[in-house]
């Protein structure tokens, strides 16, 4: 028997306000536990808490992206449950009437595109976070992310394959990050998924047992966990077993998931609206002013780029995965327009010293004008591509013009026909074994003289020039 998968996720994001969702209390990451907490967010007797505005803002802004049907009208509520790090024993969310229902992602797989429902967006308090330390018999308990502002963004049971969810997650994460309302860093917690799976055999409407998946804190966990528990299931069914309805926690180490808790149903948690919290209102006004705030969006720029620059999807996907390296990209290709040569620098080169450096492009050195002009020196032969990736980082680490680097270390590309065909000789005198073979057809073997001829003047021949005079030589 065939089985397909029914996957829904549950998105957790982080919004990037200075402050957390009902006090003042710093959002910052990495501060000395317990440093950012108050009476309020850690939920002492009499407190009240103050619905953060800008927080309503960020959630609404990521409701009309998505197309979503956003209710004018919303509650915040109680959920009930007890665990060491949620202070109050409740936590404050939205269940009956959230801020926005329905909307859609849509993905793209290997050139095919898919559209995943959404279920809803609703806005809660994050809960603080246990450090575990293996050595010793108890847990401590950091409050400083108790009372940060989540937004939950539950998809329909539309994904089927691990693939999808990946590309769902880096989907939202994109947008997310366009719309500059959470900082979509996994590994900081920033950006969390709890997936619900279920297999069922294929072409059968109903749906199979649902097992909930949590603790995946990046795309490669995502796929590991799904594929792990989508064969788990598939197992116990052809066995002739049943499986449980619970809540499965995943082990990289094994890369395994294994159970934590029976899965609690709504009724458990016992919501009932907050009666501390009055009801958000929003007009129709102000959602018309924040729809002029949205940027373009990423699917958008997509295919404003393929239009309009002539790239691959391969190349454009990789340039508008971060806002700004594509608002970088554009810039340097309206003072040096041609986006091909760009592009080949840019996904190349400058991705290299960003991933060694972990940094996003608008924390570097870089400007536009300076990437122009030295993509400008080398199509007109003032120095090679060689020369230009060897100064590259001064540039990039410095922010110094490039002819100033240039005239500064004497690198100036040699033309000279003279100056090079000796050279030319030279290489080809000293290998008369690689002339053997290009003269019994190994046509292909001229790129190593060339690199040698590059090799002798410290990449400062022009490599044109060099091939044109090699083959005259070689053909004699």
Same mark, same amino acid.
């Given at each position: 028997?065939?089985?397909?998968?029914?996957?829904?996720?549950?998105?957790?994001?982080?919004?990037?306000?200075?402050?957390?969702?009902?006090?003042?209390?710093?959002?910052?990451?990495?501060?000395?536990?317990?440093?950012?907490?108050?009476?309020?967010?850690?939920?002492?007797?009499?407190?009240?808490?103050?619905?953060?505005?800008?927080?309503?803002?960020?959630?609404?802004?990521?409701?009309?992206?998505?197309?979503?049907?956003?209710?004018?009208?919303?509650?915040?509520?109680?959920?009930?449950?007890?665990?060491?790090?949620?202070?109050?024993?409740?936590?404050?969310?939205?269940?009956?009437?959230?801020?926005?229902?329905?909307?859609?992602?849509?993905?793209?797989?290997?050139?095919?595109?898919?559209?995943?429902?959404?279920?809803?967006?609703?806005?809660?308090?994050?809960?603080?976070?246990?450090?575990?330390?293996?050595?010793?018999?108890?847990?401590?308990?950091?409050?400083?992310?108790?009372?940060?502002?989540?937004?939950?963004?539950?998809?329909?049971? %539309? +994904?089927?394959?691990? $693939?999808?969810?990946?590309?769902? *997650? #880096? /989907?939202?994460?994109?947008? &997310?990050?366009?719309?500059?309302?959470?900082?979509?860093?996994?590994?900081?917690?920033?950006?969390?998924?709890?997936?619900?799976?279920?297999?069922?055999?294929?072409?059968?409407?109903?749906?199979?047992?649902?097992?909930?998946?949590?603790?995946?804190?990046?795309?490669?966990?995502?796929?590991?966990?799904?594929?792990?528990?989508?064969?788990?299931?598939?197992?116990?069914?052809?066995?002739?077993?049943?499986?449980?309805?619970?809540?499965?926690?995943?082990?990289?180490?094994?890369?395994?998931?294994?159970?934590?808790?029976?899965?609690?149903?709504?009724?458990?948690?016992?919501?009932?609206?907050?009666?501390?919290?009055? %009801? +958000?209102?929003?007009? $129709?006004?102000?959602?018309?002013? *924040? #729809? /002029?705030?949205?940027?373009? &969006?990423?699917?958008?720029?997509?295919?404003?780029?393929?239009?309009?620059?002539?790239?691959?999807?391969?190349?454009?996907?990789?340039?508008?995965?971060?806002?700004?390296?594509?608002?970088?990209?554009?810039?340097?290709?309206?003072?040096?327009?041609?986006?091909?040569?760009?592009?080949?620098?840019?996904?190349?080169?400058?991705?290299?010293?960003?991933?060694?450096?972990?940094?996003?492009?608008?924390?570097?050195?870089?400007?536009?004008?300076?990437?122009?002009?030295?993509?400008?020196?080398?199509?007109?032969?003032?120095?090679?591509?060689?020369?230009?990736?060897?100064?590259?980082?001064?540039?990039?680490?410095?922010?110094?013009?490039?002819?100033?680097?240039?005239?500064?270390?004497? *690198?100036?590309?040699?033309?000279?026909?003279?100056?090079?065909?000796?050279?030319?000789?030279?290489?080809?005198?000293?290998?008369?074994?690689?002339?053997?073979?290009?003269?019994?057809?190994?046509?292909?073997?001229?790129?190593?003289?060339?690199?040698?001829?590059?090799?002798?003047?410290?990449?400062?021949?022009?490599?044109?020039?060099?091939?044109?005079?090699?083959?005259?030589?070689?053909?004699?």
């Amino acid at each position: 028997m065939e089985f397909e998968a029914v996957i829904g996720l549950e998105v957790h994001a982080q919004l990037s306000t200075k402050t957390k969702m009902f006090c003042s209390c710093s959002t910052k990451f990495g501060n000395p536990p317990n440093t950012q907490i108050c009476p309020v967010c850690t939920g002492l007797p009499g407190v009240l808490p103050v619905i953060n505005k800008k927080a309503v803002e960020y959630a609404l802004k990521l409701a009309l992206a998505l197309n979503c049907k956003i209710n004018l009208k919303s509650i915040m509520a109680r959920k009930t449950y007890f665990y060491p790090d949620l202070p109050k024993n409740y936590q404050i969310s939205q269940y009956e009437i959230p801020l926005a229902e329905g909307g859609v992602v849509e993905i793209e797989i290997n050139g095919n595109k898919k559209k995943i429902g959404l279920v809803r967006i609703h806005m809660e308090e994050d809960a603080g976070k246990l450090i575990h330390d293996e050595k010793k018999p108890y847990s401590y308990v950091d409050f400083n992310r108790a009372g940060v502002p989540l937004l939950e963004i539950v998809s329909t049971p %539309e +994904i089927s394959s691990p $693939e999808e969810a990946v590309a769902y *997650l #880096k /989907t939202l994460r994109r947008i &997310l990050r366009y719309l500059e309302i959470c900082d979509g860093n996994m590994e900081e917690g920033s950006l969390r998924c709890d997936a619900n799976v279920s297999v069922r055999p294929k072409g059968s409407e109903k749906f199979g047992t649902k097992v909930e998946l949590k603790n995946m804190n990046s795309f490669k966990h995502v796929e590991r966990a799904l594929s792990y528990e989508i064969k788990r299931q598939i197992g116990l069914l052809m066995e002739g077993k049943e499986v449980i309805q619970e809540t499965r926690l995943y082990d990289e180490a094994t890369q395994t998931t294994h159970p934590m808790r029976g899965k609690e149903e709504a009724h458990d948690y016992c919501y009932f609206p907050d009666p501390d919290l009055i %009801e +958000i209102q929003i007009n $129709e006004d102000f959602l018309e002013k *924040l #729809k /002029t705030e949205l940027p373009e &969006l990423p699917q958008e720029k997509k295919e404003r780029f393929l239009k309009t620059y002539s790239l691959t999807p391969y190349e454009v996907d990789i340039l508008i995965e971060e806002k700004n390296l594509a608002d970088f990209f554009e810039k340097t290709a309206k003072i040096y327009p041609n986006p091909k040569s760009i592009s080949n620098f840019m996904l190349t080169e400058v991705l290299r010293y960003l991933n060694r450096d972990g940094k996003d492009i608008s924390e570097t050195n870089l400007k536009p004008e300076n990437l122009a002009q030295l993509l400008e020196l080398v199509e007109k032969g003032v120095i090679s591509i060689t020369i230009a990736k060897q100064i590259f980082p001064e540039i990039y680490e410095k922010g110094i013009e490039p002819k100033k680097v240039i005239e500064e270390k004497g *690198l100036v590309q040699e033309s000279s026909e003279d100056k090079l065909r000796s050279i030319c000789e030279e290489v080809l005198a000293e290998n008369p074994k690689e002339v053997e073979k290009y003269k019994t057809g190994k046509k292909g073997i001229i790129g190593f003289f060339v690199g040698q001829v590059l090799k002798k003047t410290q990449g400062k021949a022009n490599p044109k020039i060099v091939n044109k005079i090699l083959i005259e030589l070689l053909e004699k």
